[in-house]
Structure formats: structure tokens, C-alpha cells
């Protein structure tokens, strides 16, 4: 009884022994399973993790800062006020350079369109002291005047009008023009002897008449060898 009670107790250790030694062997195998679940896990997330992290960074150093734009734009569309004053006198000048060109262009087109329009032609004189004649088919000046009150006064109505008069024939301008003689050459008639002021001895001798109703009207120009109203 003793010896099956003793072989009753060894295959009950046996069995035990037996249990355990699977039970651990489970357990170990469970365990590294687990631990290479962890391990893997672990790095899968720990990739996962930085990438995004590293893409971010890079996100945000290449994409701009949407506050350093509205600053950016700010400061190209913000204009102090000496600046903006600065535009608009740079606008100012340039337009009125642009209408002054605009009414220079606008006169030579007259002056041309005058010159086109105006036919003169030569003619003989039987003045030893003319080098040239010629008559044209020039218009008579506009007058305040409905008839003229033959005064050759310098400033005189007559005379400001007599001197336009002979810059339509000489082209002349009023203004340059040096007037050595202007006086009566006849009824409502008279006569003028100028010379430019940049070259006094080119001397012209140019003949009006009054265009009733309308004003002077130059007739015939004279270019003088001598000026014989110089003295």
C-alpha cells in the first residue's frame, strides 16, 4: 500500500512537474510573442511619429507665415501720406507736360495746316533796294475794331493789330519783331518795315490794307537789301 502510495505521489509530481513546465513554456512563448508585438509596435509607432513631426517642421519653414503676409502686403499697399502728396504732384506735372505737348503738337498742326493753305508767289519790283517780292494769299487778322482809326501810336489798337498782320506774312512773332517804321501808306492802307530781333540786319518791308469788316490783311512782302528806315 505504502509503494502504490508512493507511486501515486511521483506521478502526481511527475503530472505537476509536467503541468508546470508546459505552463511556463506557454508562458515564455506567450511572452516573446508579446515582447516582439511590443518591440514592433513600437518602432511601426515610433516611425509613424516622426515622420509627420519632420514633415511638419518642413510644412511650416517652407509655407509662409499668413501674419508675415498681411504684414508683407501692408507694407506694399501703406503709403505715408509725404509719399502719397508725392504721386500725386508726380501725376499732376505729368499731365500737364502731356497737355502741353498736346497744344504744342496742336499749334504745329495749325502753323502747318496755315502754311499748306497759304499760296504765295513771287513778283517783280521796280525798287533797286529789294532783293525779293512776293504776294500771298494771306487772312485778314481778327479786329476789335469795325473800322480802323489809322493811329500808328505803339500801342495803339491799330499798331498791336498791323504788327499780327505782318506775322502772318513774315511769320515773324509779334513779339520778336523790331519795327523800324509803321505808317500810313494810302487810304486804309499802311505800310511796315521790321526785321527779327535775332538777326536785325534780314530786313522785310510789308504792305496792309483794312479788310472791311474783318481787320488787316497783309498784301505784299518786300525783303530789303539795305534797311532805309534804319535811320
Do not use: C
Not at 26 to 31: D, F, K, N, S
Not at 40 to 62: F, I, K, R, Y
Request: net charge negative.
Amino acid at each position: 500500500m505504502s509503494d502504490e502510495f508512493g507511486k501515486i505521489t511521483r506521478k502526481n509530481r511527475f503530472e505537476k512537474k509536467r503541468t508546470n513546465t508546459k505552463a511556463i513554456t506557454w508562458l515564455t512563448a506567450i511572452g516573446g510573442v508579446l515582447a516582439v508585438l511590443i518591440i514592433t509596435l513600437v518602432m511601426v509607432g515610433g516611425g509613424n511619429q516622426v515622420e509627420p513631426t519632420a514633415s511638419g517642421e518642413n510644412s511650416a519653414d517652407n509655407e509662409p507665415d499668413n501674419h508675415e503676409l498681411d504684414n508683407q502686403s501692408d507694407e506694399s499697399t501703406d503709403m505715408s501720406p509725404d509719399e502719397e502728396a508725392s504721386e500725386e504732384e508726380l501725376a499732376v506735372v505729368e499731365d500737364e507736360e502731356s497737355q502741353n505737348q498736346k497744344d504744342a503738337n496742336e499749334e504745329s498742326d495749325e502753323e502747318a495746316s496755315s502754311n499748306e493753305e497759304t499760296e504765295t508767289q513771287q513778283v517783280e519790283s521796280n525798287d533797286s533796294n529789294v532783293s525779293e517780292a512776293y504776294e500771298g494769299n494771306w487772312q485778314p487778322v481778327d479786329s476789335e475794331q469795325t473800322e480802323p482809326a489809322m493811329t500808328f501810336e505803339k500801342g495803339s489798337v491799330d499798331w498791336q493789330e498791323m504788327k499780327k498782320a505782318v506775322e502772318v506774312a513774315t511769320g515773324i512773332p509779334v513779339g520778336e519783331q523790331v519795327v523800324w517804321y509803321l505808317g500810313r501808306a494810302g487810304n486804309q492802307q499802311a505800310e511796315a518795315t521790321v526785321s527779327p530781333t535775332s538777326n536785325q540786319d534780314q530786313t522785310y518791308r510789308v504792305s496792309l490794307k483794312w479788310a472791311e469788316g474783318q481787320g488787316w490783311q497783309p498784301t505784299l512782302v518786300e525783303e530789303l537789301m539795305e534797311n532805309d528806315k534804319k535811320t
